[in-house]
């Protein structure tokens, strides 16, 4: 007779969460947490996927994405200079929009 195999399945390893740090309060958290932000060259924008699909490359800064005072022209100079005040308009316009008020007439 055979001796019986057993096979024993090893506790699954934690998956890695790559961390980042926020360029405006340099809070460490994980990547998902953040906005990624690429310099391109036309300057400082948000990162998004090409037309193919795939995220954009380049050199990348990440800001807290749920965190509006990492938002603030003042917070950001440090890390991008002269293009601060444009890269918090954008900020706070994509991802915190004004809500659009609803008329009568519109319903």
């Given amino acids: 007779m055979p001796a019986s195999v057993q096979f024993t399945t090893a506790p699954s390893a934690a998956r890695h969460v790559p961390e980042r740090s926020c360029v405006a309060c340099r809070k460490k958290r994980p990547q998902g947490e953040f906005v990624r932000l690429i ?3 036309a300057g400082w924008t948000l ?3 090409h037309k193919t699909g795939q995220l954009q490359s380049g050199r990348g800064a990440y800001v807290c ?3 509006p005072s990492c938002w ?3 917070r950001l100079r440090r890390a991008f200079g ?3 005040a444009s890269l918090s308009l954008l900020l706070q316009t ?3 929009p004004q809500p659009q008020e609803i008329h009568p ?3």
């Fill in 82 to 84: 002269a293009q601060a």
């Fill in 65 to 67: 994405a749920d965190t």
């Fill in 94 to 96: 994509q991802l915190h």
């Fill in 105 to 107: 007439a519109n319903l």
């Fill in 39 to 41: 310099h391109t060259t």
């Fill in 72 to 74: 603030a022209e003042k």
């Fill in 47 to 49: 990162a998004g996927k």
